[in-house]
């Protein structure tokens, strides 16, 4: 008689062995591994100096012996620089400055790329396009010369326009409600070349045959846009908007300090976001520890916002979602 055995026999995986591939692909990504150790996590070491009160030790030594050999402060440089006088306009200030930008920026970019995309003179559609793309490529300390030379009180082109309007002149860089208005309009003029690249890059893969189907149906340009073009590059718009929205916390410090001429005292209230404010207390006397604090407090939100934005987009549309 049989003996019956209820042993199920394991069925071995085949095991993954390193391929030649694996070794090429490897090599290949190891400058950008290297690169990314070296001047992205390596440097991150340095956050600690936002948990010590930093102090030069007597007797010459290195950084890292100073700062392991400084006295923890635990959370007092956050408590500073949350206690502030300053911390409520700076959050103010960077905050919605980043909302209209992004608001503003997208819309803009949107519909010049819309726009260019059904010009019928390509020719003329690349020229417009080059032309849009180059304040891209030009540095604020450029662009505030061009800035001053409009707004300087004395010879400013728009002085000159007004005082021949018989309008008085006006001082510009003393005048701090005017300069809301100036930095979201150079923000969008200096941006809105490459977001239209971003944008006419999508259009450009949508298929021709769903515009020669609406044109036989009889649909508009207008139509066109709105139910083939536009949920055509949705998935770039989104994408684009979560990154817009990790950078909430942070600002151009070029734009904010370098057009308004090095943000004098009179914009202080209107112009001043956390990385002017970092960068001011770098030059003045204040503890490294409480500058350090700011810029890891920036970092924090930063990240929060960027996986605050991801699980909105996935509750609103799954698919579109990037992590």
Not at 151 to 170: F, H, K, M, Q, W
Request: one cysteine or more.
């Amino acid at each position: 008689m049989g003996v019956k055995t209820n042993k199920k026999e394991k069925i071995k995986a085949p095991k993954k062995r390193w391929s030649r591939d694996d070794t090429e692909l490897f090599l290949l990504s190891l400058p950008t591994l290297l690169w990314y150790l070296i001047f992205a996590y390596l440097p991150m070491f340095g956050i600690i100096i936002a948990f010590k009160v930093y102090k030069l030790a007597p007797g010459g030594h290195s950084f890292i012996y100073n700062l392991f050999h400084s006295q923890w402060a635990g959370f007092g440089n956050f408590k500073y620089f949350f206690t502030s006088n300053s911390f409520a306009m700076l959050l103010r200030n960077t905050i919605l400055y980043n909302i209209a930008f992004i608001i503003i920026s997208a819309s803009v970019a949107v519909g010049g790329a819309l726009m260019l995309s059904n010009m019928r003179n390509k020719s003329g559609s690349k020229v417009y396009q080059t032309m849009m793309f180059l304040p891209y490529f030009m540095s604020w300390v450029v662009v505030s010369y061009f800035v001053y030379a409009l707004l300087t009180p004395e010879r400013g082109y728009l002085n000159g326009i007004l005082t021949s309007l018989g309008a008085d002149p006006v001082m510009w860089y003393q005048e701090s409600k005017y300069w809301p208005f100036i930095l979201v309009f150079l923000n969008t003029w200096k941006g809105m070349g490459y977001g239209m690249v971003l944008y006419l890059a999508s259009i450009t893969g949508i298929d021709p045959s769903l515009y020669e189907a609406a044109v036989m149906d009889g649909a508009t340009k207008m139509q066109q846009a709105r139910y083939i073009t536009l949920p055509s590059i949705k998935p770039v718009f989104i994408m684009m908007l979560i990154l817009d929205c990790g950078k909430i916390f942070n600002s151009d410090f070029g734009l904010f300090y370098q057009t308004t001429g090095g943000l004098p005292a009179s914009l202080y209230t209107t112009a001043s976001t956390f990385d002017t404010f970092i960068f001011q207390a770098l030059r003045s006397n204040a503890p490294i520890g409480q500058t350090a604090a700011a810029s890891f407090f920036q970092a924090i939100c930063s990240c929060g916002m960027i996986l605050f934005a991801n699980w909105v987009v996935s509750k609103i549309d799954n698919e579109n979602r990037i992590i």
